[in-house]
Protein backbone atom coordinates (compact mmCIF):
# COMPACT_ATOMS: atom_id res chain seq x y z
CA UNK A 1 0.00 0.00 0.00
CA UNK A 2 1.74 3.16 -1.33
CA UNK A 3 0.79 5.79 0.98
CA UNK A 4 2.80 8.69 -0.56
CA UNK A 5 2.60 8.34 -4.71
CA UNK A 6 5.27 9.88 -7.01
CA UNK A 7 3.57 9.10 -9.91
CA UNK A 8 6.86 10.73 -12.35
CA UNK A 9 9.66 8.84 -12.40
CA UNK A 10 11.68 11.20 -14.41
CA UNK A 11 11.19 14.72 -15.91
CA UNK A 12 13.56 16.82 -17.61
CA UNK A 13 13.26 20.60 -18.08
CA UNK A 14 14.93 23.48 -19.92
CA UNK A 15 17.92 25.51 -17.57
CA UNK A 16 16.13 28.52 -16.42
CA UNK A 17 12.67 27.37 -16.52
CA UNK A 18 10.56 26.37 -13.80
CA UNK A 19 10.32 22.70 -12.32
CA UNK A 20 6.96 21.09 -11.14
CA UNK A 21 7.31 18.20 -9.17
CA UNK A 22 4.31 16.54 -7.90
CA UNK A 23 3.21 14.10 -4.95
CA UNK A 24 -0.13 12.34 -3.57
CA UNK A 25 -0.82 10.73 -0.32
CA UNK A 26 -3.65 8.78 0.77
CA UNK A 27 -3.19 8.68 4.83
CA UNK A 28 -5.38 11.71 6.74
CA UNK A 29 -3.06 11.39 9.45
CA UNK A 30 -0.54 12.64 7.66
CA UNK A 31 0.33 16.34 8.98
CA UNK A 32 3.47 17.15 8.10
CA UNK A 33 5.35 17.04 4.75
CA UNK A 34 8.92 16.98 3.57
CA UNK A 35 10.76 17.45 0.40
CA UNK A 36 14.41 15.82 0.27
CA UNK A 37 16.66 15.79 -2.91
CA UNK A 38 19.35 13.20 -3.17
CA UNK A 39 22.64 12.86 -5.22
CA UNK A 40 24.19 9.59 -6.38
CA UNK A 41 26.31 7.76 -3.63
CA UNK A 42 24.91 10.49 -1.02
CA UNK A 43 22.18 10.13 1.73
CA UNK A 44 19.19 12.38 0.75
CA UNK A 45 19.16 16.34 1.72
CA UNK A 46 16.31 18.07 3.40
CA UNK A 47 15.07 20.68 1.23
CA UNK A 48 11.84 22.13 1.94
CA UNK A 49 9.14 21.36 4.25
CA UNK A 50 5.25 22.27 4.86
CA UNK A 51 3.07 21.90 7.89
CA UNK A 52 -1.02 21.08 7.15
CA UNK A 53 -1.70 24.37 8.44
CA UNK A 54 -0.06 26.23 6.14
CA UNK A 55 -1.20 26.16 1.71
CA UNK A 56 2.75 27.42 0.51
CA UNK A 57 6.48 27.84 2.03
CA UNK A 58 8.86 29.50 0.39
CA UNK A 59 12.83 28.85 0.34
CA UNK A 60 14.49 31.43 -2.02
CA UNK A 61 14.47 29.46 -5.47
CA UNK A 62 12.32 26.66 -3.77
CA UNK A 63 8.54 26.82 -2.78
CA UNK A 64 5.94 24.16 -1.66
CA UNK A 65 2.49 23.91 -2.04
CA UNK A 66 -0.07 21.93 0.13
CA UNK A 67 -3.89 20.99 -1.47
CA UNK A 68 -5.23 19.17 1.58
CA UNK A 69 -8.52 18.67 0.01
CA UNK A 70 -7.18 17.16 -3.03
CA UNK A 71 -4.16 15.46 -0.89
CA UNK A 72 -1.60 16.80 -3.08
CA UNK A 73 1.79 18.86 -2.78
CA UNK A 74 4.40 20.25 -5.35
CA UNK A 75 7.61 21.85 -5.35
CA UNK A 76 8.12 24.48 -7.54
CA UNK A 77 12.01 25.40 -8.32
CA UNK A 78 12.36 28.26 -10.19
CA UNK A 79 14.43 29.47 -12.15
CA UNK A 80 16.05 25.84 -12.34
CA UNK A 81 19.84 25.03 -12.45
CA UNK A 82 22.06 22.23 -13.71
CA UNK A 83 22.67 21.38 -9.92
CA UNK A 84 18.94 21.11 -9.34
CA UNK A 85 19.65 17.62 -11.18
CA UNK A 86 19.17 14.61 -8.55
CA UNK A 87 16.46 12.55 -7.32
CA UNK A 88 13.94 13.87 -5.03
CA UNK A 89 11.68 12.39 -2.57
CA UNK A 90 8.58 13.76 -1.08
CA UNK A 91 8.05 12.50 2.48
CA UNK A 92 4.99 12.47 5.32
CA UNK A 93 4.51 12.03 8.61
CA UNK A 94 1.68 12.17 11.58
CA UNK A 95 3.96 15.02 13.20
CA UNK A 96 6.97 17.50 12.39
CA UNK A 97 10.62 16.31 12.34
CA UNK A 98 10.81 13.05 14.89
CA UNK A 99 7.91 11.06 13.55
CA UNK A 100 8.85 7.93 10.93
CA UNK A 101 8.12 9.25 7.36
CA UNK A 102 7.29 7.82 4.89
CA UNK A 103 8.66 8.63 1.40
CA UNK A 104 7.26 8.51 -2.29
CA UNK A 105 9.44 6.45 -4.85
CA UNK A 106 11.05 9.64 -6.14
CA UNK A 107 11.12 11.50 -9.18
CA UNK A 108 14.29 12.11 -11.41
CA UNK A 109 14.72 15.88 -12.48
CA UNK A 110 17.41 16.44 -14.95
CA UNK A 111 18.21 19.85 -16.06
CA UNK A 112 18.94 20.77 -19.43
CA UNK A 113 21.96 23.38 -19.86
CA UNK B 1 30.40 20.46 12.37
CA UNK B 2 30.50 16.48 11.24
CA UNK B 3 26.82 14.99 9.88
CA UNK B 4 25.91 11.65 10.05
CA UNK B 5 28.33 9.27 8.82
CA UNK B 6 28.35 5.48 8.44
CA UNK B 7 30.50 2.42 8.33
CA UNK B 8 31.11 0.85 6.62
CA UNK B 9 29.91 2.20 2.80
CA UNK B 10 29.99 -1.06 1.05
CA UNK B 11 29.34 -4.74 2.37
CA UNK B 12 29.15 -7.74 0.68
CA UNK B 13 27.85 -10.84 2.40
CA UNK B 14 26.29 -14.50 1.92
CA UNK B 15 22.62 -15.56 2.15
CA UNK B 16 22.35 -16.92 5.72
CA UNK B 17 25.01 -14.55 7.55
CA UNK B 18 24.43 -11.73 10.02
CA UNK B 19 25.24 -8.25 9.51
CA UNK B 20 25.61 -5.43 11.79
CA UNK B 21 26.15 -1.81 10.28
CA UNK B 22 27.28 1.38 12.54
CA UNK B 23 25.92 5.31 12.52
CA UNK B 24 27.30 8.31 14.32
CA UNK B 25 24.62 10.69 14.39
CA UNK B 26 24.94 14.45 13.64
CA UNK B 27 26.83 16.57 16.30
CA UNK B 28 24.17 17.66 18.90
CA UNK B 29 21.74 14.75 17.67
CA UNK B 30 20.12 12.17 19.86
CA UNK B 31 17.55 10.01 18.10
CA UNK B 32 18.55 7.72 15.61
CA UNK B 33 16.59 6.16 12.44
CA UNK B 34 17.20 3.75 10.45
CA UNK B 35 15.47 3.38 6.66
CA UNK B 36 16.26 0.78 4.10
CA UNK B 37 16.28 1.86 0.21
CA UNK B 38 16.05 -0.78 -2.12
CA UNK B 39 16.89 0.04 -5.72
CA UNK B 40 13.88 2.30 -7.35
CA UNK B 41 12.18 2.83 -3.93
CA UNK B 42 12.14 5.17 -1.24
CA UNK B 43 13.85 4.80 2.00
CA UNK B 44 11.63 2.35 3.87
CA UNK B 45 11.33 2.99 7.73
CA UNK B 46 12.79 0.96 9.92
CA UNK B 47 13.16 1.79 13.51
CA UNK B 48 13.76 4.62 15.57
CA UNK B 49 15.74 4.94 18.72
CA UNK B 50 15.40 7.48 21.46
CA UNK B 51 17.25 7.50 24.72
CA UNK B 52 18.74 3.70 24.08
CA UNK B 53 15.57 2.60 23.33
CA UNK B 54 13.26 1.36 20.70
CA UNK B 55 11.25 4.04 20.14
CA UNK B 56 8.85 3.32 16.84
CA UNK B 57 9.29 0.34 14.76
CA UNK B 58 8.40 0.06 11.07
CA UNK B 59 6.97 -3.55 9.08
CA UNK B 60 10.57 -5.23 9.16
CA UNK B 61 10.52 -8.34 10.82
CA UNK B 62 12.75 -9.10 13.97
CA UNK B 63 16.10 -10.35 12.02
CA UNK B 64 16.16 -6.80 12.09
CA UNK B 65 17.32 -5.16 15.60
CA UNK B 66 19.31 -2.27 16.83
CA UNK B 67 20.97 -0.56 19.65
CA UNK B 68 21.44 2.86 20.54
CA UNK B 69 24.80 3.85 22.92
CA UNK B 70 25.43 6.22 25.57
CA UNK B 71 26.44 8.56 22.92
CA UNK B 72 23.73 8.38 21.03
CA UNK B 73 25.29 6.56 18.26
CA UNK B 74 23.66 3.38 16.85
CA UNK B 75 23.92 0.22 14.99
CA UNK B 76 21.68 -1.81 12.98
CA UNK B 77 21.84 -5.67 13.42
CA UNK B 78 20.22 -7.98 10.16
CA UNK B 79 20.22 -11.86 10.94
CA UNK B 80 19.82 -14.67 9.00
CA UNK B 81 20.20 -12.63 5.91
CA UNK B 82 18.01 -13.18 2.27
CA UNK B 83 18.90 -12.31 -1.08
CA UNK B 84 16.13 -9.16 -0.46
CA UNK B 85 17.83 -7.84 2.30
CA UNK B 86 20.20 -6.19 -0.64
CA UNK B 87 19.58 -2.48 -0.51
CA UNK B 88 21.20 0.80 0.89
CA UNK B 89 20.60 1.29 4.30
CA UNK B 90 20.46 4.90 5.63
CA UNK B 91 21.07 6.36 8.92
CA UNK B 92 18.82 9.86 9.89
CA UNK B 93 19.56 11.58 13.10
CA UNK B 94 17.89 14.34 14.71
CA UNK B 95 16.61 16.24 17.80
CA UNK B 96 13.98 16.54 19.90
CA UNK B 97 14.04 18.83 22.85
CA UNK B 98 11.49 20.12 25.27
CA UNK B 99 9.01 18.27 23.06
CA UNK B 100 9.71 19.97 19.84
CA UNK B 101 10.99 18.04 17.18
CA UNK B 102 13.02 18.74 14.28
CA UNK B 103 14.44 17.41 10.87
CA UNK B 104 16.31 14.25 10.22
CA UNK B 105 19.44 14.70 8.19
CA UNK B 106 20.49 11.43 6.27
CA UNK B 107 24.11 9.89 6.46
CA UNK B 108 25.49 8.53 3.11
CA UNK B 109 24.16 4.80 3.56
CA UNK B 110 25.51 1.70 3.83
CA UNK B 111 25.37 -0.60 0.68
CA UNK B 112 24.28 -3.97 1.50
CA UNK B 113 24.96 -6.67 -1.09
CA UNK B 114 23.80 -10.03 -0.48
CA UNK B 115 24.42 -12.94 -1.95
Known amino acids: DQQVKQNSPSLSVQEGRISILNCDYTNSMFDYFLWYKKYPAEGPTFLIS?????DKNEDGRFTVFLNKSAKHLSLHIVPSQPGDSAVYFCAASPLRGNEKLTFGTGTRLTIIP | DAGVTQSPTHLIKTRGQQVTLRCSPKSGHDTVSWYQQALGQGPQFIFQYYEEEERQRGNFPDRFSGHQFPNYSSELNVNALLLGDSALYLC??????????????FGPGTRLTVT
Open chain 1, 50 to 54: ISSIK
Open chain 2, 92 to 105: ASSLELAGASYEQY
